[in-house]
């Protein structure tokens, strides 16, 4: 078993494709797929269900894959160990966040990391759908909302506050909601990330718990970006952190309403799958992430 066969086996894993990984590596497709059944013999185990079409995990790969990240991790870290400065990190990271941060938060800002860090290749999804981080081969992904109970470790950076919004042209087609009660001659885009369920309805604090007021709707969306885009269209108000709008509102795309009737703050979460082993490059990403998210982000309420 060598470093050669544990990388190729990894970006097999991760990519799904003995073909993606071998372009990847730059290296003959033939030696690619030698490689992994040299392992499989000399670990007695097959590790890969192959068929035409597709490549996936068996159990015993998805044991081997989690353990062979760490040690691929470790002499990584192992690699750069006596190495001071800062270009000394290299190597690939995974990550995944919304569509919005990225677009309005990250990507901005993203030049930093990279001068920083030259010699550090990121992987950057954007996705509503919360992506698999261990399957999938994800070093770290943000997540907004409450989380479920899982085995990954989750790191707190903050809260983002919300605001409710409308465009102009529906408020002159509607009419401007001044009280809770003026909502029942409006319209709520209802977002659900499952579709053939709507929304509880317009969320607020009532002075002592948060509550929802079922609200009509004839337009239910599941993407951050068509909850965005049906806003923009007039087809009725949205309930959204401040951070994702801010540039419309700016531009007078998107008028703030309600301000005292806000949504409760959203959590916002780094989630990653171990607390050892985090390699140099994983350490470095995440400390930058929460330094650049940090403006965007009020702290939990005690």
Known sequence: MDLESLTIFARVAELASFTQAADQLGLPKARISTAVQALEAQLGTRLLHRTTRSVRLTPDGEV?????????????????????????????????????????????RLGEFIAAHPLVDIELSTTDRQVDLVNEGFDCVVRVGKLADSELVARRLGQFRMMNCASPAYLAAHGTPITLDDLDGHQLIHYSS?????????????????????????????????????????????????????????????????????????????????????????????TWLALVLAPQLVAPAE
């Open 64 to 108: 081997f894959y989690e353990r062979c990240k760490v040690v691929l991790a470790d002499i990584d870290e192992l690699g750069a160990l006596f190495q001071q400065a800062p270009a000394a990190l290299r190597g690939r990271l995974r990550v995944d966040m919304s569509t919005s941060m990225a677009r309005d938060v990250v990507i901005p």
């Open 194 to 286: 499952t579709l053939g369920a709507k929304s509880p309805g317009w969320e607020y604090f009532d002075g002592t718990r948060w509550r929802f007021k079922p609200m009509r709707g004839n337009v239910t969306v599941n993407s951050a970006q068509a909850y965005e885009a049906a806003c923009l269209a007039g087809l009725g108000l949205v309930q959204v952190p401040v951070t994702a709008n801010r540039r419309l509102l700016a531009r007078g795309e998107l008028v703030e309403v309600l301000p005292e009737l806000v949504a409760e703050p959203m959590p916002v979460s780094l989630l990653y799958a171990h607390r050892a082993g985090l390699s140099k490059r994983l350490q470095a990403w995440m």
